[in-house]
């Protein structure tokens, strides 16, 4: 029962130091106030936990989770998990979707999964052992991401019609691809360097036959089918090219070293690389900590639950490298040793004083605990220097993703990416919405402050900025984002945000920047384009032509647009709210879930 579920969960979160706030209280109700829990529409029981990049560090205790006997959803993905995949849970018989990708977990995939398995994401992490051939048993499995661990042996035939989306790349799979499998493509297989037949190179020798998991000798089950092989040519030159590498990479390390020890005793001068030139040099007139001061009201404030702990010293000794110039101020990243690196951004001419400035950071630093809102670690303040210190988000942002430099080795966003990165925008968007209050808004949606998170995850970044430079905001949005009437009323609400989403969303839909952008078909006013485009039918003439390669995403192209155009619509009141726009997404996103549990939707079944 319900209690039994509450004290299963009040066990597990025990096991860990929570990095970020988790307001499982026991005296408040489980299904409609603690966070990431999601029950039946009568309130009888947990169907899902949803934790995903919250800052778990450590392994899952047996007994916990696994004591959710109607547990459906399991997403701690994106988390510091380690040690053995928690059997117990996989093998929850109403378990259907499990998403624990971008962790540690190590050790094999445990036999005994859930029949009712639709989705299993294990990508990612540093799994051993084999595929277990009991895959063959989950009769409605949907997805099965297994790529980026270190799983050896064969490929299991894993004959199951409803298998739709695979994937076993960057693994030591070997022997040849079963029939079964080859009509997926050539992705789901790469990076196994003795796995053969169609989608890949054609079996050139005997060896290359699978090695079932039943006939294969290793030492302590993990060492691969490659190990025992002799060393041909390719793999002496690999090796002999990999030693040199390191070689090298010492000598850089130690040099590193040496220099970060000769700067470390300039405390005020912060190194200033910029990316364009490449070279490092003292900038200490323009640096972000040419204004901080000694006193100890000027102190760095560190926010509780921020991932690093560092103070004032170490974020001026730290290298930086500037990132960008926005319209608050200039964007570093700063690394503050081997293991640190954050972004900081030094704001310009902030309109407040320093009392309302130290309240309003904390309650920005508090409403901005959300998976899909950056988070701000710590601020500092000063009467002349006033800095931010945000979670460095190294995959970037989406404005560099989809119109960074058309290089070779570009690779454009990919579809599912581009829903994930709608889907976790929203979702941020929503969340400053409803815990803000009504008025409480971000001013400043675009590409460039949707950072992207491992897995291409949508985060909000820069939220509670506007306010501080501008009390109208207007000045600081780029036009092409801004809704028709705060052009004409200089007044932003929570719908001209939607707005600003609703051209995000068709930004990433058609490619297109919405403004003239040197590198792309100038277009100034997007959803005015789009919708002269599609005003006589529903074209694929709008849509980025990379979309254009993936196959059956027609409907999902053409339901997204409709989102979009709903969110640009010109009266303010005809656009949807951004908890709605989620909801609409996720159906998108996961029809799966939304199909499945049609019958619970008032249970608020999220996705991961
Ligand atoms: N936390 C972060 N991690 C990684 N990159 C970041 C981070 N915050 C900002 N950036 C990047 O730094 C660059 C400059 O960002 P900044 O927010 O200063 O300017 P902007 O987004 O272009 O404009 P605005 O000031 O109007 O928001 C952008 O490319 C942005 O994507």
Not at 344 to 351: A, E, I, N
Not at 450 to 477: A, E, M
Request: aromatic residues 8%; contains cysteine; glycine residues 8%.
């Amino acid at each position: 029962d319900l209690n039994s579920d509450t004290s299963a969960l009040l066990e597990f979160a025990a096991a860990f130091s929570l990095t970020r706030r988790l307001n499982w209280d026991p005296s408040k109700p489980i299904c409609t106030s603690w966070f990431g829990i999601t029950c039946k529409r009568d309130r009888t029981r947990v169907l899902g936990v949803h934790l995903p990049a919250f800052g778990l560090y450590g392994s899952v205790p047996a007994n916990t989770i696994g004591r959710l006997d109607s547990l459906r959803i399991l997403s701690l993905r994106s988390n510091y998990l380690k040690g053995n995949l928690p059997s117990d849970v996989l093998s929850i018989p109403s378990l259907q979707f499990l998403y624990l990708q971008n962790n540690n977990f190590s050790g094999g995939i445990p036999p005994s999964l859930s029949p009712q398995l639709r989705v299993i994401d294990l990508s990612f992490n540093s799994l051993t052992g084999y595929i277990p051939s009991s895959i063959l048993n989950l009769k409605r499995l949907y997805v099965l991401k297994l790529q980026f661990n270190s799983i050896s042996g064969g490929v299991p035939d894993l004959d199951i019609p409803s298998l739709k989306h695979l994937n076993l790349s960057y693994n030591s799979l070997n022997g040849s691809i079963p029939p079964s499998l080859q009509k997926f493509p050539i992705t789901s297989f790469i990076g196994n360097a003795h796995l053969c037949s169609s989608p890949l190179n054609s079996c050139s020798s005997p060896s290359s036959s699978p090695t079932p998991e039943s006939s294969s000798p290793t030492i302590s089950g993990r060492q691969s089918a490659a190990s025992s092989r002799e060393l041909n040519s390719e793999s002496i030159i690999a090796i002999a090219v990999g030693g040199a590498s390191l070689l090298i990479l010492l000598v850089l390390a130690c040099v590193f070293c040496c220099m970060k020890k000769k700067n470390g005793v300039h405390a005020n001068v912060i190194k200033v690389k910029t990316s364009n030139c490449g070279k490092s040099e003292n900038l200490k007139s323009e640096d972000f900590g040419s204004g901080v001061q000694g006193a100890e009201e000027n102190r760095l404030v560190v926010f509780e639950g921020s991932l690093f702990s560092f103070d004032l010293e170490d974020l001026l000794r730290a290298s930086a490298e500037i990132l960008g110039k926005g319209t608050c101020g200039t964007t570093y990243k700063a690394v503050l040793d081997e293991a640190t690196t954050v972004a900081v951004k030094r704001l310009k001419q902030v309109g407040v004083g320093k009392k309302a400035f130290d309240g309003y950071m904390e309650f920005v630093s508090r409403l901005g605990r959300h998976p899909n809102v950056v988070p701000l670690f710590a601020y500092y303040c000063s009467n002349d220097e006033k800095l931010l210190v945000y979670e460095y988000m190294p995959a970037s942002s989406l404005s560099a993703a989809l119109h960074g430099d058309e290089g070779v080795g570009r690779t454009p966003l990919d579809w599912d990416s581009r829903l994930n990165i709608s889907l976790g925008a929203a979702r941020g968007i929503a969340h400053i919405h409803s815990e803000g209050g009504a008025k409480f808004i971000h001013g400043n949606i675009k590409s460039s402050n949707i950072l992207l998170r491992g897995g291409l995850d949508g985060c909000v970044s820069d939220f509670g900025v506007s306010p501080l430079i501008n009390s109208t905001y207007i000045k600081h949005q780029v036009p092409g984002y801004r809704a028709p009437e705060v052009i004409e009323t200089r007044n932003v609400t929570q719908k001209s945000d939607v707005y600003s989403f609703g051209v995000l969303m068709l930004e990433i839909l058609t490619g297109k920047f919405p403004l003239p952008y040197s590198r792309s078909d100038d277009v100034v006013d997007l959803p005015r384009w789009v919708r002269s485009v599609v005003s006589e039918e529903w074209t694929a003439e709008v849509f980025d032509v990379e979309l254009m390669k993936y196959e059956n995403i027609e409907e999902e192209l053409v339901q997204m647009l409709q989102i979009a155009l709903s969110c640009v619509a010109k009266v303010p009141d005809m656009r949807p709210t951004m908890d709605e726009v989620v909801r609409m997404i996720e159906r998108i996103r996961h029809p799966e879930v939304w199909n499945g549990a049609s019958s619970e939707k008032d249970s608020n079944l999220n996705t991961p």
